[in-house]
């Protein structure tokens, strides 16, 4: 029984199953000839006239060659095709034991193994191994995204936490007079705010994470939806000394989802305001344009907005960077107020929308370019 166990696995893999393959159907090519054979040299000597006897021993002579042919041949063709199949499937076996390997190992912790791809192995297995290589980078690029957001989160959340609890121990270990307290309770009350405002941005972008963002376009005129936009940072940028101003034709229609838009931008303006010193100017100009591949019978148009400020620009800066979650440039980190997410924020809902977005800096203010595709009517 031990044998049985042991051939028992090897008849279930795919070059035990290729072998048995191989085998039965050359048996019973070689049957259904040898019955061909037989039947044709009993066919012949019914038609020779020959005493019966004579025929008889013919044909047993000839059965005899024939079952001694089909003992040699059917072993043989057993033999051919196993040793066939292994080297048919050695190469793609050797690939499948790889990828097994290679994932026995991949874990939340060890995502740096990738498959070795060989231009020797079969053209299916390549393409299997460069998808589930693809696959493995973007768990990999998941994962540290994910460790890194979930890092930085809680490092916003820990300050203004702690810093809750000084004030609210040190208002319980003192005595307090009723302004005291309230001027406290004012206090906590704004960190509370700073800290809904954070976890309220924190859910915004899981659920873009998820695509679980609605997003619901309809035609709007481009003019209103810019005016409630820059109607909102007026007062701020008055007080800050800077001129906001709008370059758009009113009668512009856009399609797109109304709220997605006014938050994108809004980062956008915002982010415009706080870098432009006393007496800049922040533009917010919209206009339609024709896409690259507006050549391509059926292609869309796109709606262009930028912002340009008048602020000290990017320096070195990679603007890339500059749209990673809680990233704050080093020469305005605790200077400028925020969480380090309003251009995260914009890229996801202008993502959502089925746009893009860059930056571009010069010495003499950086400009933010907003892509959105519009249906050709």
């Known amino acids: 029984m031990s044998w049985t166990k042991q051939l028992t696995p090897k008849l279930h893999s795919l ?29 012949i000597e019914e038609q020779e006239d020959e005493p019966i006897i004579e025929k008889e021993r013919e044909l047993s002579a000839f059965r005899h060659l024939l079952f001694l042919s089909l003992g040699v041949a059917i072993p043989l063709s057993v033999v051919l095709s196993t040793l066939g199949s292994s080297l048919m499937t050695r190469r793609t076996v050797k690939a499948l034991s790889d990828l097994v390997e290679v994932a026995s190992k991949v874990g939340p912790d060890q995502l740096s193994h ?24 973007r768990v990999d690029r998941c994962v540290t ?41 004012e206090e906590t009350l704004e960190g509370l705010g700073r800290l ?35 109607g909102l940072y007026e007062g701020v940028a008055a007080e800050s000394g800077v001129l906001l101003r709008m370059e758009c034709d009113p009668r512009h229609h856009i399609e797109t989802d109304a709220l997605l838009f006014h938050r994108a931008l809004a980062n956008l303006v915002e982010n415009a ?10 533009v917010v100009k919209a206009e339609p344009t024709e896409p690259a591949d507006s050549a391509r019978e059926g292609s869309d148009r796109e709606l262009q907005v930028v912002v340009t400020d008048s602020g000290p620009g990017l320096g070195d800066e990679d603007p890339e960077r500059l749209f990673a979650r809680f990233y704050r440039s080093p020469s305005h980190r605790g200077s400028i107020d925020g969480f380090g997410l309003g251009l995260a924020l914009t890229r996801s809902f202008v993502t959502a929308l089925g746009g893009t977005v860059e930056l571009r800096s010069t010495p003499r203010g950086t400009t933010a370019t907003v892509r959105l595709p519009q249906p050709v009517h």
Not at 18 to 40: E, N, P, R, S
Not at 154 to 167: I, K, N
Not at 273 to 282: E, H, L, Q, R
């Open 114 to 137: 990738r498959l070795k791809e060989h231009p020797a192995t079969d053209a299916e297995i390549q393409r299997l191994i460069h998808v589930l290589n693809q696959m493995l980078d």
């Open 196 to 230: 809904m405002r954070l976890t309220e941005i924190l859910l915004t972008l899981a659920r873009t994470d998820s695509g679980e963002l609605p997003v619901s376009k309809r035609a709007h005129l481009l003019g209103p939806l810019l005016d409630e936009v820059l």
């Open 15 to 43: 070059r035990g199953r290729l072998a048995l393959f191989y085998a039965a159907l050359t048996t019973c090519v070689l049957l259904l000839f040898a019955t061909m054979i037989y039947g044709t040299a009993v066919f």
């Open 145 to 185: 995204s994910l460790r890194r957001f979930t890092s930085d989160a809680a490092h916003e959340l820990r300050t203004p936490l702690a810093d809750l609890m000084g004030r609210l121990e040190i208002s319980l270990r003192r005595p307090r007079d009723n302004q005291a307290l309230r001027l406290t309770m």
């Open 273 to 282: 305001i706080k870098f432009s010193p006393p007496g800049g100017v922040v």
